[in-house]
């Protein structure tokens, strides 16, 4: 909304980072669709015309980090509220993952955003023009 309403901010942003669409992976709203971008075309079609510098982490990526079993008793094992926490809502929403893929764990999409802002060198890609 605020790229619409004042188009101009757009060249005083540095990246965004967005988790959305698919290159090879297959869609997880439709075969052919990502859930972000299927919910809210018109804002993405907003966003990737901007102008500013976009990275994008779509599910090629973020279904390649995975709550696993030893994964979850890690973050169990920490022994602190958070641990708890995490370990609750990771195994909540892995219930739903694990019926619809069949992986070993369910894919962390917020997670590895966060991952890629934090310690960007973590990961590695290529530009490319998106229509």
């Not at 090629?60 to 030893?70: E, N, Y």
């Not at 708890?84 to 619809?100: C, G, I, P």
Request: contains cysteine.
């Amino acid at each position: 909304m605020a790229l619409i309403k004042e188009p101009r901010i757009a060249e005083r942003i540095a990246e965004i980072v967005m988790m959305g669409g698919a290159y090879f992976e297959v869609g997880n709203i439709t075969p052919a669709a990502e859930f972000n971008i299927y919910v809210d075309p018109e804002a993405a079609d907003v966003v990737m015309r901007c102008g500013a510098p976009i990275t994008i982490l779509p599910l090629d990526v973020t279904h390649q980090i995975q709550s696993t079993p030893d994964r979850l008793a890690a973050i169990l094992n920490l022994g602190n509220k958070s641990g708890r926490a995490v370990h609750a809502m990771l195994t909540f929403s892995e219930t739903f993952d694990l019926q619809k893929y069949g992986w070993a764990g369910a894919p962390l999409h917020d997670p590895t955003v966060i991952a890629y802002l934090l310690q960007p060198d973590l990961f590695e890609g290529r530009h490319c023009n998106v229509t």
